[in-house]
């Protein structure tokens, strides 16, 4: 984290940059300005760092043990083991093993000493310079050997510190590579492979059986089925017909399909979800805003106690200068805050690389840690604990043609975006009805109620049943046991007529996903307290559906600011609260809980940017799994803090009996930061 920030600063005094921001987690740099790849590499030059353009390939390399950097370390360890042999052969202190341990400090400590002398000249104090200036002291002194082995452990360490992080990175660098940058377009009657940065939006795109899709669109001709596990984490297979979305990276299975294609490659989903997966690992969580700061004061608090241990003991109470000394270099080596400072971005990093490659989108690392502690999750109904495909069930009319009464119905509701009405415009077309040709005029929604409108010069209203409480305030008997009775029975009831008499009664039932009990169930066994079901339907539906799911609470009869208020209510009692709903009937109550949870993120541009966690699948099943992985992440994030500061307290006193070696001071630091890095990619395992 250390030679990101310093890489960062030395890329922002570049002539031509303005700015420049280093993702550790993504391993990428954003930069403001005019500068080359060549000056920026010469700017990394301290950590030997290689920069590519971002729509550059990434050269092929070769596996981890094989890569060039490590075979200093080899030769050092080869040449570190040939001291001790000829140390037992002609005895310690002997010039011969001297200068083999020196040839192995000199192979496997030359870029370490190399930036932990600019680092000393110019008073930086970071893992380096304390690296530095411990080694070269315990030469000094004479202790060779360990200063050798020392060297040795630092690099091996390194190694493979870089080798977890490249697998913890490997979550994004695979969804990079989901989707062809090749695809075949048909232009006229030629049909030809084209890069899919040169591929426009209208394109048409010929996408065969086994291929993956190369970019968003529309289907215009097949039929198939499309794996999208890409994208929502869903390997169940979807049928894809005319005028269905597509999704760049998702698997076409059986058919050919022509596809137009409808956003740039720049703008589709999968672009959306790794700019979000990389600027969420880029985000710090407060855990590591509080390691930040306390890293600021730590190391040179160590400093100053490795100096006060060297010289104290010798000046007043008149101990061996060379065992201080010795005491005072392992206390610097010991009080590296290495494992404390990576203890937390390596977890976050893996954390949401993992949940994107579930399908679930994590922006950043403050929402993980806020999942995790969740007690409440609030449901919005339709669509999220059901289907959200709502059918007509019963149509009762109380005057005039039933079906001449629908069609005015349809037609009213042609112009609604409330999901009833889709239900009951499939409801006209499944009858023949025409309601197309009939022409509504003065057309007004009824915020929370219902519409109106003018058919053939008569005003009619459409709407739930407290739209008719101020224009008809005592229904008639057998209409209000009418609604009544399909309310008790968990549907949602529609009632349409003037202004002096009710026409049409119509009721509407959505159907409860198969997963939302498990779901529900899930929750509750993960140690969530409450579960609230928040709709603007009627109570009786709202307590059949929640009875069924086995809600906590249910809140009926809601308009979208009722929503937000009993949210906020929550939030002003100091309860950790989550919105679930689908990012844009509920985005005002997702902005002002704990954490906003969208779901069906897939194609939906609204949900990516309203809420805080995105289930690309249009399925609660994932639920679950992210508060499992927040908590998982949160107790790794906790375990790794506490065990990189309980191992250094516990090297540090080893100070006090003299026992205090360099050996020890190594394992304790380099060993705790490979703990705590090994400790993070657990969190690659973390299924649902």
Known sequence: MSCAKKFETNVKHLEGVSDAIVNFGAAKLTVYGNTTIEAIEKAGAFENLKVRDEDELPAAREPFWQQRENYKVYLAAVLLVVGWLLTLYYGAGHMIPTAVYAAAILVGGYALFIQGLKNLSSLTFDMRTLMTVAIIGAAIIGEWGEAATVVILFAISEALERYSMDKARQ?????????????????????????????????????????????????????????????????????????????????????????????????????????????????????????????????????????????????????????????????????????????????????????????????????????????????????????????????????????????????????????????????????????????????????????????????????????????????????????????????????????????????????????????????????????????????????????????????????????????????VKGQSVAMVGDGVNDAPALAAATVGVAMGGAGTDTALETADIVLMSDDLSKLPYTIKLSRKALTIIKHNITFSLMIKALALLLVVPGWLTLWIAIFADMGASLIVTLNSLRLLKVKE
């Open 171 to 571: 979550s994004i660098s695979s969804l990079m590579d989901i989707a062809p940058r090749e695809a075949l377009i048909r232009l006229g009657r030629i049909e030809m492979m084209v890069d899919v940065k040169e591929i426009q939006v209208g394109d048409i795109m010929i996408v065969k059986p086994g291929q993956k899709i190369a970019m968003d669109g529309r289907v215009t001709g097949g039929v198939s089925t499309v794996n999208q596990a890409a994208i929502t984490g869903e390997s169940i297979p979807v049928s894809k017909n005319i005028g269905d979305e597509v999704f760049a990276g998702t698997l076409n299975e059986e058919g050919l399909l022509e596809v137009e294609v409808t956003k740039r490659v720049e703008d589709t989903t999968l672009a959306k979800i790794i700019h979000l997966v990389e600027e969420a690992q880029a985000e710090r969580a407060p855990a590591q805003v509080f390691v930040d700061k306390f890293a600021q004061y730590y190391t040179p608090a160590v400093i100053l106690l490795a100096l006060l241990i060297a010289t104290v003991p010798p000046l007043i109470w008149g101990g061996d200068w060379g065992t201080w000394i010795y005491q005072g270099l392992a206390v610097l080596v010991v009080g590296c805050p290495c494992a404390l400072v990576i203890s937390t971005p390596v977890a976050l990093v893996t954390a949401v690389g993992n949940a994107a490659r579930h399908g679930v989108l994590i922006k950043g690392g403050a929402y993980l840690e806020a999942a995790g502690a969740l007690k409440v999750i609030a449901f919005d109904k339709t669509g999220t604990l059901t289907k959200g495909e709502p059918e007509v069930t019963d149509v009762v009319a109380y005057g005039g043609n039933k079906n001449k009464l629908l069609a005015i119905a349809a037609a009213l509701e042609k112009g609604s975006q409330h999901p009833l009405a889709s239900a009951l415009l499939r409801k006209a077309e499944e009858l023949g009805l025409k309601f197309n040709d009939l022409a509504v005029e003065e057309f007004q929604a009824i915020t929370g109620k219902g519409v109106k409108g003018k058919v053939d010069n008569q005003l009619y209203y459409i709407g739930n049943p407290k739209l008719w409480v101020d224009l008809q305030p005592a229904l008639a008997g057998n209409i209000k046991e009418q609604i009544y009775r399909m309310q008790a029975a968990g549907k949602t009831v529609l009632v349409m007529g003037t202004e002096h008499e009710i026409l049409l009664v119509i009721a509407v039932a959505d159907e409860i996903r198969a997963s939302s009990r498990r779901v529900i169930r899930r929750l509750y066994q993960l140690g969530i307290e409450r579960t609230v079901l928040l709709t603007g339907d009627n109570r009786h539906t709202a307590e059949v559906i929640g009875k069924q799911l086995g809600l906590s609470v249910i809140k009926a009869d809601l308009l979208p600011e009722d929503k937000l208020n009993y949210i906020k209510q929550l939030r």
